[in-house]
């Protein structure tokens, strides 16, 4: 039993190094070399903005320098959607995001109803 258990491991240790040696082909990847990056407090309203005036599909968020996640179109529509039809209202996460600037983005997003597939 114990010679079989050194055999499964050393045949693991080989496959291991092997894998870790070998080369990656990126040529199919596409590594977006400059990426939109937003700062952790950037309102939806904001985010919104930039993502229809640059045609984003993701932007990068970060906190001084440092990746700390990712936010998707998808996602991005999911949050207008959920501010449109939320019976209740939710207080801002951040500073930044103010009860004007919340109002401001409330009315805004209120016709995207009609047009939310097309965003």
């Known amino acids: ?8 491991r050393f045949q693991r240790a080989n496959w291991e190094a092997g894998q870790l040696s070998s080369q990656l082909d990126l040529q ?5 070399a400059a990426p939109f990056q937003l700062v952790e407090n ?14 984003l599909r993701r932007a990068y968020v970060t906190k001084l320098g440092r990746l700390v996640g990712v936010v998707s ?3 991005l529509r999911a949050a207008i959607e ?8 939710v207080p801002p996460r951040s ?5 004007e600037e919340a109002e401001e983005m409330i009315k805004y997003t ?9 965003v």
């Open 95 to 99: 500073a930044a995001v103010d009860e």
């Open 1 to 8: 039993l114990s010679a079989f258990c050194y055999s499964e």
């Open 73 to 75: 179109l998808r996602e």
């Open 42 to 55: 950037t309102s939806v309203f904001k985010i919104h903005s930039v993502f229809s005036m640059l045609g």
């Open 110 to 118: 209120e016709g995207f109803d009609s047009c939310s597939n097309h």
């Open 82 to 89: 959920d501010i449109n039809h939320s019976s209740t209202r």
């Open 28 to 32: 199919a990847i596409h590594i977006d």
